[in-house]
């Protein structure tokens, strides 16, 4: 087992060869990668389906939901790893600021943070799809997984690594820490000179252990307390079927709904249809006085919110559910219980709509449309390595060019700066 000092050195001195490689160079490395997982899958579904068997029952739902790899999932990776391939390469960006009075001429241009290491929970894609984003961004990357993804990530990175060879470049550009030991992890987030940026990805207890020990700069993907306001003026019909689709597509992850505030203008006319369609896709739905007497006279379970459920992601089949007086209510409750993740008003109301997108501080606000589409593919960037929930740097899902800084570029003809 390579040591993780030997890991950071070796991605170090493959970070540096890679940002001196074209664009074209890490376009065909990036295809390689996908051929590679491709010609690997048996070995990759056999490894997950272990890891699957092995699992602990305290994982639970939600985190063996994120864990498993069934071959359609595998084929999303693959191609959202090809989509990476054909993403503009971001290290070909120079901006021009100008032409200063003394003739310099004042330009950015993009380049790599250097060694990023990825600090994850459960999802096997992130693996791949990380591998991908850095190669894309020409940064080094070393991943550490959890425990109970240790044969699916162990697979996948050896896929990965066979698909760099193969490209000629150097497959160091891409690590995996097989080491389970707790301590790796506090060694990554202590390593400064080594590794440039930390990202987490997982939940309170990871994020606490990373407040806690991190030495290095942190991009956090924290949790998703993620938001749903149906208006006065919405559209009921579109806010039933936006609620059930945040709810309910897929419970498990970090962009479904956790919370429903509903305007008390329209909650007797909403919360009826709304939460017998909801209770019937299996929801537990736990609301304040208001919403519960508005569901019990349409008998639809319901149980008591407690003050904890505000603030509780569930990545489940529970919804917390409140009724709010008007706009600024609904506001005010998502700024002190969200997660600065996702937000989405639900109106036909152009000025309630246009406030909530302006005054709702989270990474993707939303209006008339699904949390569900706070994801790197459908926004249009391609895959992902984790969705900001930090405000410095890069705020949302962060594909390959949120994984680049600038640096000045300055072009002269002899210029020297004048005494003081």
């Not at 942190?218 to 919405?234: E, F, N, S, T």
């Not at 305007?263 to 709304?274: E, Q, T």
């Not at 379970?301 to 600024?328: C, F, H, K, N, Q």
Request: glycine residues 8%; contains cysteine; hydrophobic residues 45%.
């Amino acid at each position: 087992m390579a040591t993780l000092d030997g890991l950071l050195s070796d991605a170090r001195t493959a970070q540096r060869s890679l940002a001196r490689s074209t664009a074209s160079e890490r376009t065909a490395a990036i295809e390689s990668v996908a051929r590679s997982l491709d010609a690997h899958r048996d070995a990759i579904l056999a490894a997950n389906a272990e890891d699957l068997r092995l699992a602990p029952e305290s994982l639970g739902a939600a985190m063996r939901d994120r864990l498993a790899l069934t071959p359609s999932r595998l084929d999303g990776v693959i191609a959202a790893v090809r989509e990476v391939a054909a993403m503009p390469d971001p290290l070909d960006e120079e901006r021009p600021l100008g032409t200063r009075p003394n003739g310099l001429q004042i330009a950015r241009r993009r380049i790599p943070l250097g060694v990023i290491a990825v600090i994850y929970e459960a999802r096997p894609n992130v693996t791949a799809e990380s591998a991908a984003l850095t190669l894309r961004s020409g940064n080094a990357v070393v991943l550490r997984g959890g425990s109970e993804a240790l044969r699916s990530n162990a697979a996948l990175a050896t896929a990965v690594r066979a698909g760099l060879s193969s490209s000629g470049l150097d497959p160091n550009a891409v690590s995996l820490v097989t080491d389970p030991d707790r301590a790796r992890v506090t060694e990554l987030l202590q390593a400064t000179g080594r590794v440039d940026l930390a990202i987490p990805r997982g939940g309170p207890a990871l994020m606490a252990f990373v407040d806690a020990n991190a030495r290095v700069p942190v991009i956090r993907h924290g949790a998703g307390v993620c938001h749903v306001y149906v208006d006065r003026a919405a559209e009921l019909p579109m806010a039933e079927a936006i609620t059930v689709n945040a709810k309910v597509q897929r419970p498990g992850v970090c962009n479904a709904a956790e919370t429903l505030l509903v305007h008390r203008a329209v909650a007797d006319a909403l919360l009826p249809s709304l939460g017998r369609r909801l209770h019937a896709a299996g929801v537990e739905l736990r609301a304040d006085e208001t919403a519960r007497e508005v569901l019990r006279r349409a008998e639809v379970p319901s149980v008591a919110a407690t003050p904890e459920d505000w603030d509780t992601e569930y990545l489940g089949l529970v919804l917390a559910v409140r009724v709010v007086d008007d706009l600024d209510a609904a506001m005010a409750h998502i700024a002190r219980h969200g997660t600065e993740h996702s937000a989405a008003i639900v109106t036909a109301d152009r000025e309630a709509g246009e406030r909530f997108l302006r005054e709702v501080t989270a990474s993707c606000v939303l209006l008339n449309a699904s949390t569900r589409f706070n994801d790197g593919g459908e926004l249009g960037l391609g895959a992902e390595i984790g969705i900001s929930t930090s405000r410095m740097h890069a705020f949302g899902p962060m594909s390959a060019r949120e994984l680049t800084t600038e640096k000045f570029v300055v072009r002269g003809s002899g210029q020297v700066r004048g005494a003081v």
